[in-house]
């Protein structure tokens, strides 16, 4: 991390200016000490204030490329920025070239009060915060310019556009501005802008765990915006409108590229490099896209023509799909590497990890691994017909499908055993709400410890209490066992749900690659190249089971990284990329700031089935908004764009 020569960031005041680096306090907020190897970062200018590292930075220059950014970012709806903006540039260029006048400090403090005071959107009311904590805290410097006539030092610097709810999203969508779009009627545009950052806007707008709205400034004042419903609406408009998708495929490259697996990570994968030009085939073992999201995501919570319209959409810009092909099998990653000149491997996590429990490998009849009861499902065939009552094991969003999914092939008798509290799940709150209602009986601070069974066939599992002790390494209390506890829970079938793993049985030589200790691919991880060269990793198999919306967010990077190697460039991070991991460390949310007003309008919400109804049906149990509710809820964003800036060495 870099000292702070100076910070007036989120209102904290730190000024060490002619102290020594040994008396120097030090701020919450911290800057890194470099954007990328070699180039350090000597200070920043955003939304909230100014941190300053390097005595060096011209403050003056800094503050005309800064409001050379807020000008360009500026949308012109609100007069007092579009023209302020224009006045307040030409004013700070004045001074930096030598030109400047007395009155100018003063000019651009009442210019720069009004457009705070008269914008509708954040580019305006933050925009030029640092500016005037500027003329503020270095307002000798700005005298001294002007009565001097100096002219200010050029300096390098590196700028972005962010929201709290952007800065989250694995993909980067550009919320703000699709939300706007659907606000003004605009839906096929947000659809549009929506398509720029993923192929999978259904998708995404049914099962993604919407960080974005964990993000939303709106909750400041009442409650987050429907994000994620508002994908899926702009998404479902085109399907129920039968708009006609305007897409021409343009492949023009000589250099092919593999896809191994079409789940979220493979399809963003070759949805990207289609689009570069480049010829793509897509090599996957079911036989429908989706991957993991097909056969291990219910269709009452993601339907399988929403998946199969996505994969469509992919092949419409040129890539072949070879479904029903099985790596290692039917063709082995060395032919594939004769045949094509980059491969890109997105497979998903199918195998499960073991509970650690007595009989668990014993082969009991009604002991079913979690993936491997979702699959039969998503397949139409009940996992074991004989058996009605369920206990499943786990507190993820696999566990809430497998108890959900249960009740859906005609098991009366759910239960669901979790190690910890409800407040430690990390399945989404709204799957165990609904969980809940459908009549799952919870057992919470719980642990298997053995398998019962009865002629080969599972007749119930021992359970003991658990007491909850100190933070493991993920920050959650780490459940203990509490001796003398144990319980019985009677069932036929139980379903351990605890975690899922990349079985690599389909490598010719695992040998060859580089495998973490958590069995995933190594790969750099600006570039996601493995240690083999031209053979690229994302998803599941790199990252171990994490989110759809992180692979779709991988999947494209990864592409981007691709059509780099296939050009003979080194492979680098974009500076988008960077300046994620930088927005990261400063934070763009405030969970605390003060929005200046009162919230009055309620977050709308998708109409659910009633509880009694949904339980039995695989129908999707969500209705989508209402164009008048879609238009509504999108007019609750506040368009929290805000713009960062970086001094650079």
């Keep these: 991390m870099a000292d702070v020569i100076f910070s007036s960031w989120q209102g904290e005041i730190i000024d060490n200016r002619g102290k020594s680096r040994e008396s120097f306090s030090a701020p919450k907020v911290k800057l890194p000490g470099e954007f990328e190897k070699g180039l350090p970062v000597k200070a920043f200018m955003g939304w909230d204030g100014i941190i300053l590292c390097d005595e060096s930075v011209d403050i003056i220059d800094m503050s005309v490329k800064y409001a050379e950014a807020v000008q360009k970012e500026s949308c012109g709806?609100?007069?007092?920025?579009?023209?302020?903006?224009?006045?307040?540039?030409?004013?700070?260029?004045?001074i930096a070239d030598g030109r400047g006048n007395k009155g100018d400090i003063e000019k651009i403090r009442n210019i720069a009060g009004s457009i705070k005071d008269?914008?509708?959107?954040?580019?305006g009311q933050t925009g030029f915060i640092p500016l005037l904590q500027a003329l503020?805290?270095?307002?000798?410097?700005?005298?001294?310019?002007?009565?001097?006539?100096?002219?200010?030092?050029?300096?390098?610097?590196?700028?972005?556009?962010?929201?709290?709810?952007?800065?989250?999203?694995?993909t980067q969508l550009d919320i703000p501005k699709y939300v706007e779009a659907i606000s003004e009627g605009r839906f096929s545009e947000s659809l549009a802008t929506i398509r720029q950052n993923t192929c999978l806007a259904g998708t995404l707008g049914r099962v993604c765990v919407r960080p974005c709205e964990s993000n939303c400034r709106r909750a400041n004042i009442d409650e987050a915006v429907s994000i994620k419903s508002l994908k899926r609406f702009a998404a479902d408009y085109e399907i129920e409108k039968n708009v006609k998708r305007d897409v021409e495929a343009k492949i023009d490259q000589k250099k092919k590229v593999a896809v191994i697996g079409a789940g979220p990570a493979g399809l963003s994968c070759a949805y990207y490099l289609a689009q570069m030009g480049y010829p793509v085939t897509v090599f996957e073992k079911l036989g429908e896209p989706g991957g993991m999201a097909a056969v291990g995501i219910p269709d009452y919570r993601l339907p399988r023509t929403v998946l199969g319209g996505e994969g469509s959409l992919v092949e419409s810009f040129g890539v072949t799909m070879r479904y029903g092909v099985t790596l290692g099998k039917d063709i082995t990653i060395d032919q594939i590497r004769k045949d094509f000149d980059a491969v890109f491997i997105g497979v998903g996590a199918h195998g499960s990890s073991p509970m650690?429990?007595?009989?668990?490998?014993?082969?009991?009849?009604?002991?079913?691994?979690?993936v491997k009861y979702l699959l039969d499902i998503n397949n139409g065939k009940d996992p074991y017909p004989e058996g009605k009552k369920v206990v499943v094991v786990g507190g993820g969003n696999v566990a809430m499908d497998c108890v959900r999914s249960s009740f859906r092939i005609g098991k009366p008798d759910v239960h669901l055993v979790y190690r910890r509290t409800k407040k430690e799940m990390p399945a989404?709150?709204?799957?165990?709400?609904?969980?809940?209602?459908?009549?799952?009986?919870?057992?919470?601070?719980?642990?298997?410890?053995?398998?019962?069974?009865?002629?080969?066939?599972?007749?119930?599992?021992?359970c003991i209490r658990m007491e909850l002790g100190e933070p493991d390494q993920s920050g959650r209390r780490r459940p203990v066992p509490v001796e003398g506890s144990e319980f019985v829970i009677e069932t036929d079938i139980l379903i351990p749900a605890i975690g899922q793993m990349v079985d690599f049985s389909f490598l010719d030589k695992k040998e060859d690659f580089s495998i973490t200790k958590w069995n995933t691919f190594q790969v750099d991880q600006e570039t996601f190249e493995t240690n083999i060269p031209g053979i690229f990793s994302a998803g599941d198999c790199e990252t171990g089971p994490d989110v759809l919306v992180r692979a779709c967010g991988n999947g494209k990077r990864a592409a981007w990284k691709i059509d780099e190697y296939l050009k003979g460039e080194k492979p680098k991070a974009r500076m988008s990329e960077k300046f994620v991991k930088f927005f990261g460390d400063v934070k763009v949310y405030d969970k605390n700031e003060n929005v200046g007003f009162l919230g009055d309008r309620a977050r709308l919400q998708l109409r659910p089935m009633a509880p009694?109804?949904?339980?039995?049906?695989?129908?999707?149990?969500?209705?989508?908004?209402?164009?008048?509710?879609?238009?509504?809820?999108?007019?609750?964003?506040?368009?929290?764009?805000?713009?960062?800036?970086?001094a650079v060495g």
Excluded at 78 to 94: D, E, F, M, Q, Y
Excluded at 141 to 164: L, M, N, W
């Design 77 to 94: 709806r609100c007069v007092p920025c579009r023209i302020g903006s224009k006045v307040i540039l030409g004013t700070l260029k004045g």
């Design 118 to 123: 008269g914008s509708k959107c954040q580019i």
């Design 136 to 170: 503020s805290f270095f307002g000798p410097e700005f005298d001294r310019s002007i009565a001097e006539g100096r002219k200010a030092k050029d300096g390098e610097y590196r700028i972005s556009v962010t929201a709290p709810c952007m800065s989250v999203c694995p």
């Design 356 to 370: 650690g429990v007595e009989g668990e490998d014993m082969g009991y009849r009604g002991f079913i691994a979690g």
């Design 428 to 462: 989404d709150p709204v799957e165990i709400h609904e969980a809940e209602e459908e009549g799952v009986e919870f057992h919470y601070l719980c642990n298997p410890k053995r398998i019962i069974e009865k002629d080969g066939k599972v007749v119930g599992v021992e």
């Design 612 to 646: 009694e109804v949904r339980k039995w049906t695989f129908d999707e149990v969500e209705e989508g908004f209402r164009t008048d509710e879609a238009i509504t809820e999108a007019s609750r964003c506040l368009r929290c764009y805000r713009i960062g800036m970086i």
